[in-house]
């Protein structure tokens, strides 16, 4: 008897319209929605408010990234702590309460006047989304999905990539016409309607909770393709690893290098992209457009990533998307025109669409669902080590030598280590018992 299983089956909820379709894109639809209001706490949208807040109130670079790092610390701590209470009972309360200290911290950020009110509240914020809204919605969608959680990851990971699209521009307006307080004041509300309505509404922990099967489909129901083999997942079936089991394996190491390497560049780079290019002498207008870009052609290749990784392993995207970077690091350094600002726009935004989907589904299409909260809450405290320092290490660079080339080329140093431990994490395989 399966000690997870449910005293008794939990019915649809009856907001869920669809009736005739698989439950599980109401899951991927909520997640969609929680990330793209959670993306205040991600670095291109925190890097809209960089310039004015510092113009403002006088703080430097480092100072206002320390929240960054503060925030990724502390959200990988947290991390740890949710992991197997999500494997449990699922990820809704998680989420419902995270949303709610999100517009709380983002509200508190709009009458900020010390440091210390925005390592606080920024930090809060990025900690609770970072445990709360992103970890959450990985589960979720992961313990939905077998066949089909690469574009199904790609669906709810795009969400994020929209709101870091999306919400540069409606701040750049609301900055013009008032001040950045006001555009905390809209991402509050803004993370109250959308992360704690549909997560309290819509999310629920795994299908057979429901009389469902993952994907919608019975194992035994899966159509075969006349002189094509199927593998495991593609036929609805995979390994379930325990914590202790994974961590013998070299590749659970080698992955939570890989996230840490890349953690470290993207969030960093989200960060200071657009003051990099104000400081430069673009127009924040102009800035802000490159943010918009790079977002919007992460959404398309997080699609585009999700629908390839049902297809070949996540490991040969991940491998894909970390030369992406180093490719957008080089171009970065010597971006002095707006045209060649657009081209890192394009090349860092595929990189970012790659590992929105390889992250979320690496540790998951590894060590399967039945335990994967466990396993992402023990890496998240080890990649933390290394990713929260990007963004300050960046800022501090700034403030020394007054641009960004020496973070910038620290970070292709990294996408390169990315890139070689993702070739030598090879998937494992449970030994046969004799």
């Avoid at 089956?9 to 793209?36: C, D, E």
């Avoid at 083999?229 to 202790?244: D, H, K, V, Y």
């Avoid at 590992?355 to 669902?369: K, V």
Wanted: hydrophobic share 50%; charged share 10%; net charge positive.
């Amino acid at each position: 008897m399966n000690p997870d299983a449910p005293k008794s089956l939990s019915p649809i909820p009856r907001a869920w319209p669809f009736k005739n379709v698989y439950y599980g894109w109401g899951i991927v639809a909520s997640a969609m929605v929680s990330t793209f209001a959670s993306a205040p706490m991600f670095g291109p949208v925190l890097g809209i408010f960089v310039k004015p807040i510092g113009d403002d109130l006088g703080w430097s670079r480092a100072t206002i990234a320390l929240a960054f790092t503060i925030g990724t610390l502390t959200g990988t701590l947290l991390s740890a702590a949710v992991g197997v209470y999500m494997d449990r009972h699922g990820a809704r309360a998680i989420m419902v309460i995270s949303g709610m200290i999100v517009a709380t911290c983002l509200l508190g950020m709009a009458m900020m006047t010390e440091p210390w009110h925005h390592w606080l509240f920024f930090g809060g914020g990025r900690a609770v989304a970072i445990a709360g809204t992103q970890f959450g919605t990985t589960i979720a969608v992961a313990n939905w999905f077998i066949r089909r959680r690469g574009r199904a990851m790609g669906f709810a990971g795009a969400g994020l990539r929209v709101g870091q699209a999306v919400l540069p521009l409606m701040l750049y307006a609301i900055i013009a016409a008032w001040t950045w307080r006001q555009g905390f004041v809209a991402l509050s509300a803004l993370a109250l309607v959308f992360i704690v309505v549909p997560s309290f509404v819509y999310i629920r922990r795994r299908p057979e909770d429901m009389g469902l099967y993952p994907d919608g489909i019975a194992p035994d129901e899966t159509p075969q393709t006349p002189g094509r083999t199927q593998t495991n997942a593609q036929r609805g079936i995979e390994e379930s690893w325990t914590l202790r089991e994974a961590i013998r394996t070299r590749a659970l190491w080698l992955v939570v290098l890989a996230t840490g390497g890349t953690l470290f560049v993207n969030g960093s780079v989200n960060l200071h992209a657009v003051a990099n290019f104000q400081d430069q002498g673009m127009h924040q207008g102009l800035a802000v457009t490159i943010t918009t870009i790079f977002a919007t052609t992460s959404v398309v290749a997080t699609f585009g990533f999700g629908i390839l990784t049902d297809r070949i392993h996540v490991r040969y995207g991940s491998m894909a998307a970390s030369l992406l970077y180093l490719a957008a690091m080089v171009i970065i350094i010597n971006a002095h025109t707006y045209p060649m600002a657009v081209l890192f726009a394009i090349v860092f935004g595929a990189a970012n669409g790659g590992w929105t989907t390889g992250e979320r589904l690496l540790l998951a299409n590894y060590f399967g669902r039945r335990h994967l909260g466990a396993i992402r809450g023990f890496a998240a405290p080890l990649r933390g080590t290394v990713s929260p320092f990007g963004a300050v290490i960046a800022g501090l660079i700034y403030d020394r030598t007054g641009n960004y080339n020496q973070a910038f080329f620290m970070f292709a140093i990294m996408s390169l280590l990315v890139f070689i431990a993702m070739f030598l994490a090879v998937p494992p395989q449970k030994p046969v018992a004799k």
